[in-house]
């Protein structure tokens, strides 16, 4: 069964560009998340869907970024336009839901293997 | 307010020792569940092992060990006979609001560095 996907490995851009990242999470995972690494700031959470409905947005840094999930095997975070404090990695994780009280795979997040972005 | 603290930056050992790493939490909730992930050289994030809050027991897996203790909210990680291939940074993580608007928190990280 393959993995959550990531693309591209690497992005070098410019200051002012527009980035986008790509996850494929594994199928049959119900929710989504969407994570920065930095060395100051460790690991964020940016925001989370489930059941492709944007839950949580609140660790989005500010209006330049948005994430979308069309459909049950696709997601994209974009950034525009992007600057040199955004340069990080970024990862896409997913996950099942709880389907009963002692489910014992719920909640185990599965990380693809992200996406450094270098802005310049 | 939820938190995850892990007060180990980094530790170094020889290979074939010992080693725990700590993780302290914060939560009010009632049912969490709380994770260890390793995060080796190559940069990828390693699901190790999930614990619900209502479920006490220790484990056991391999040469990696988990002590959960509700009284005094930590989740330990224990790793016997450690050997370089040990070396990574491992995160404890809180998962909480499993009734409506979760979150996830991770600690910080530790460096484990193993020696040959």
């Known amino acids: 069964d393959a993995g959550v996907i990531q693309s591209p490995r690497h992005e070098v851009t410019e200051m002012g560009q527009e980035v986008t990242l790509r996850c494929k999470p594994i199928?049959?995972?119900?929710?989504l998340f969407w994570y920065r690494q930095t060395m100051m700031r460790g690991l964020e959470l940016l925001i989370y869907f489930n059941n492709n409905v944007p839950i949580d947005d609140s660790g989005m840094p500010e209006d330049r970024f948005s994430a979308k999930m069309p459909n049950a095997s696709f997601s994209t975070l974009k950034i525009q336009p992007s600057e040199p404090r955004d340069s990080a990695v970024y990862f896409c994780a997913s996950s099942l839901g709880r389907r009963e009280e002692r489910d014992r795979r719920a909640y185990e997040q599965y990380f693809g293997p992200g996406t450094r972005l270098t802005v310049t | 307010a939820q938190k995850v603290t892990q007060a180990q930056t980094e530790i170094s050992v020889v290979e074939k020792e010992d080693v725990t790493l700590d993780c302290v939490y914060e939560t009010r909730d009632t049912t969490y569940y709380l994770f260890w992930y390793k995060q080796p050289p190559s940069g990828e994030l390693v699901f190790l092992i999930r614990r619900n809050s209502f479920d006490e027991q220790n484990e056991i897996s391999g040469r990696y060990s988990w002590n959960f203790q509700k009284s005094t909210s930590s989740f330990n990680f224990t790793i016997t006979a450690s050997q370089v291939v040990d070396s990574a940074v491992y995160f404890c993580?809180?998962?909480?609001?499993?009734?409506?608007?979760?979150?996830?928190?991770f600690g910080a990280g530790t460096r484990l560095f193993v020696k040959a």
């Open positions: 993580a809180l998962h909480t609001g499993v009734t409506g608007g979760f979150k996830t928190i």
């Open positions: 199928s049959g995972h119900d929710y």
